[in-house]
């Protein structure tokens, strides 16, 4: 990304640079509320990922974090930092999404590996400062080659942060789990004591660096937010659902390198 180089330079390689085409999908979430009624649902446009998992966990902590101590964030290496300990705070101790999330793809539930700790929805190859979770191996059937602008998603589940520190690194790909067109993504009911431990945490989710934290009162982003223990009884009541929105024309700029993925993508009219 932009890490404060003179903008002429890279104005005028986009100058004489092509154009790309971006799809840009809409999420749409609901929750119940305390009292197990409907709260009002949350619409977003998302251009690069949604997960939900420890790595929005992580994002979470960091934006409380800065949120509430700003000083602490005085450059980007310093960032760095913050999100690696987090990271290492969440090594152990994850939730396993398999059993508590529904992930339906084009109308097919979709297995989720018991070693999955994070889902992931990606619509471009560059995720959390540039890992391709998708991988550059061949790609095999029922898998096609991703695309931005091939109307598609791919959703691949990531196991922890060890797993995606290789990723980021570029030796470890996410487990590719689907492709699609449409997808819902619900919390499934609790059944067992186990899986009513794990509600009563609370989930994290995230939709393009942007995290949230979801309990029985419903999807909180704000700072300030106090979360309490789900009581015994209560359950969370999550349904996430992102379908095609528009297109978007961009530049490509091949002369800046967006972390490990490639050239920069600037918006077009």
């Known amino acids: 990304g932009y890490a404060?180089?003179?903008?002429?330079?890279?104005?005028?390689?986009?100058a004489h640079s092509g154009t790309e085409v971006l799809d840009r999908w809409k999420v749409s979430f609901s929750a119940t509320g305390e009292d197990g009624k409907a709260l009002?649902?949350?619409?977003?446009?998302?251009?690069?990922?949604?997960?939900?998992?420890?790595?929005?966990?992580?994002?979470?902590?960091f934006?409380?974090?800065r949120e509430t101590h700003r000083a602490l964030f005085s450059s980007r290496v310093v960032n760095k930092a913050?999100?690696?300990?987090?990271?290492?705070?969440?090594?152990?101790?994850?939730?396993?999404?398999?059993?508590?999330?529904?992930v339906v793809v084009d109308g097919r539930e979709v297995p989720i590996?018991?070693?999955?700790?994070?889902?992931?929805?990606?619509?471009?190859?560059?995720?959390?400062?540039?890992?391709?979770?998708?991988?550059?191996e061949a790609?095999?059937?029922?898998?096609?080659?991703?695309?931005?602008?091939?109307?598609?998603?791919?959703?691949?589940?990531?196991?922890?942060?060890?797993?995606?520190?290789?990723?980021?690194?570029?030796?470890?790909?996410?487990?590719?789990?689907?492709q699609g067109r449409d997808i819902e993504v619900t919390v499934r009911e609790a059944v067992t004591e186990g899986d009513r431990r794990m509600q009563r945490k609370g989930l994290h989710m995230q939709v393009d660096?942007?995290?949230?934290?979801?309990?029985?009162?419903?999807?909180?982003?704000?700072?300030?937010?106090?979360?309490?223990?789900?009581?015994a009884g209560g359950s969370i009541g999550l349904t996430v659902k992102i379908s095609h929105h528009a297109k978007a024309a961009l530049v490509r700029n091949d002369a800046v390198k967006a972390g490990c993925c490639g050239?920069?993508?600037?918006?077009g009219e």
Not at 8 to 13: H, T
Not at 40 to 61: F, H, R
Not at 218 to 228: L, M, R, W
């Open 63 to 65: 934006h409380i974090m």
């Open 209 to 231: 660096g942007e995290p949230f934290f979801v309990d029985h009162k419903g999807i909180h982003g704000e700072s300030d937010y106090k979360p309490a223990a789900i009581p």
């Open 139 to 178: 790609t095999s059937a029922p898998f096609t080659k991703p695309r931005t602008d091939d109307g598609m998603l791919e959703v691949v589940g990531c196991k922890g942060p060890i797993h995606s520190l290789g990723m980021m690194m570029g030796v470890r790909r996410a487990h590719r789990l689907a």
């Open 82 to 102: 913050w999100y690696a300990l987090f990271g290492a705070q969440n090594v152990i101790g994850a939730t396993d999404v398999s059993k508590i999330l529904k």
């Open 263 to 267: 050239p920069t993508m600037i918006p």
């Open 4 to 14: 404060g180089e003179k903008l002429l330079p890279i104005l005028k390689s986009a």
């Open 40 to 61: 009002t649902p949350e619409t977003k446009i998302m251009c690069n990922y949604w997960s939900l998992g420890y790595d929005a966990k992580v994002a979470y902590q």
């Open 113 to 136: 590996p018991s070693d999955v700790r994070a889902v992931t929805i990606i619509n471009i190859p560059s995720y959390s400062g540039g890992a391709n979770l998708w991988g550059t």
